[in-house]
Structures are given as C-alpha cells and as structure tokens.
C-alpha cells in the first residue's frame, strides 16, 4: 500500500506547508539514493492559500480547470481521470508531482457540504492512482473543514506539526482525538496517527526546551514524536526563492531535520527493495 501522508493541525503558522512540500520532497530524493526505480512522491495542496502549490510550481493561478477544485466538482466517474490530468510536475523535481490548490477551494467548501458522499470525494480517485507513487503527501488548511476531512479519510498516516509553545501543547489532544474520531466515524482503518513533528525550536529558549521535554515525558504523546525541526532563517529565504530548503542550503539545520524525519518516515511506512 502506498503511503498517504497527511499534514494537519487546527492552528496556523505551525509549519504545515512547509513541512508537506520538504518532507514530499525528501522521500522522492531519498529513495533515489537508494535506487528505487518508483521514486515519484505526489504532493496535493488542500489549503485555498494555496502556499505549498506557489513554492514548488512558482503559480497561483491554477482554476477552475487545472486544479483539486477541478477534480472535487468533477462527476465521480470522471473523477479519476481529472485527477490525471490536474497534475502538474513540480519545479524543484520532475519526481516530485503536484495537484495544485485554488482559491477557488474556499467556495467548494459550501459546494460539496450538502452533497452525498462528499467527504470521498478526494479518496476515491486517489485511491485509483495511488500505486503510481512512491508516497502521497497532502497539506491541509489550519482547521477541522470539510477539506481536511477530506484528507484524513484519504490518509493513512496523520502527521501532526506543532510550535514549542503552552497553547500548541494544550490542543494537541484533541487533534489526535480528532483523528481517532474521523477513523472510527469514517471507517478508516489504515488511517492512523503517524507522529507528532515540532518546528521552529529555538534551543535558546527555556520555554522551547521545557515543552520538548514535556512532550518526551508524556505517557501517550511522547511516543509520537517523530521530528523536531530547528528555527532557522534558511526556511523563509528558500521560501522566497521558491526552492525547497535541502536545495537552498542543504547543510542548514532545517535541512538535515527534515532529511533524518524523511528516512524515518521512509522506514516506518515503506518496504524497500532496490530497483522496485
């Protein structure tokens, strides 16, 4: 089974895109290192802002045509097909596809609501194309929508990024809660908690430092952990060259976190074999 990555939160600015695009496009890189024949990730962008679509294709005009808005309105049979057809290649590698957001996700919201069966709207044609990648990895908006549902349901792993801050710790619990209910509610067995990603620690800070080893010394979220992701000022210059960070300066901290969260990923979720 391929991999369905899922990056959410209920807060913004907790590195969702961000951690979306470097980890879709890590594990394409890191299977080429390894000789996997298969190394295509796909990246899909749910988030009407559409950042993770702006910094790996340089565009944000993608429409009512050539995008997921595309694919969410297309009859279901046709569904599939679309779906092909809206994916673009990405500009930091041709391994590294993209189904690109819309502003136009933000209407599709109150469009679908009342539809039957809405919420498979993603999964179905996903479900049909999946084993043509190595790994799907979606990016979600910072709430609990009905795109978000979207995605989890797709899912079969949730990654869960957070900032070292009191108020990110207190909800953490009701994002796995969340989780757990969209699995049971949904019937998504192979939909599971995949870990828990803290960004932008700055070590300098008592504050970052005592809530990491908070989260370490918790009896249930502190298994969770599965990447911790330094404050680093190369993050926001790749973002404005619009590169990923291992390419705007692969020595960076930010880039060899991302790099270590990858392989584990890699190795988690994916049985290797050279040439596959």
Avoid at 110 to 136: D, F, K, M, N
């Amino acid at each position: 089974m391929t991999p369905v990555f899922v990056l959410t939160n209920h807060k913004g600015g907790v590195g969702k895109s961000t951690s979306a695009t470097n980890i879709a496009y890590g594990i394409s890189q890191m299977l080429a290192q390894f000789g996997v024949a298969n190394h295509r990730v796909l990246l899909i962008d749910t988030d009407s802002q559409g950042h993770a679509t702006l910094v790996t294709t340089s565009r944000n005009d993608f429409g009512r045509e050539d995008s997921l808005y595309t694919v969410l309105n297309a009859d279901r049979k046709d569904a599939t097909t679309i779906l092909k057809q809206c994916i673009v290649a990405s500009e930091w590698d041709a391994n590294l596809h993209v189904l690109p957001a819309s502003p136009l996700l933000e209407a599709a919201e109150r469009e679908l609501i009342a539809v039957p069966g809405a919420p498979y709207r993603l999964s179905e044609p996903l479900s049909q194309i999946a084993s043509h990648y190595a790994a799907v990895v979606i990016d979600t908006r910072p709430s609990f929508s009905l795109l978000t549902e979207m995605s989890l349901i797709a899912a079969t792993d949730a990654l869960i990024p957070i900032e070292p801050r009191y108020l990110e710790t207190v909800g953490l619990e009701s994002v796995v809660n969340k989780i757990e209910s969209i699995r049971q509610g949904w019937r998504c067995p192979d939909l599971k908690v995949g870990g828990i990603v803290v960004t932008k620690l700055d070590k300098r800070m008592k504050g970052h430092v005592e809530m990491l080893d908070g989260l370490k010394a918790h009896p249930v979220l502190g298994r969770l952990l599965c990447g911790v992701i330094p404050a680093n000022e190369a993050v926001a210059y790749a973002h404005h060259a619009h590169k990923s960070v291992y390419e705007y300066n692969p020595e960076c901290p930010a880039s060899q976190a991302y790099a270590v969260l990858a392989a584990q990923l890699i190795k988690k979720t994916m049985v290797i074999r050279g040439g596959a």
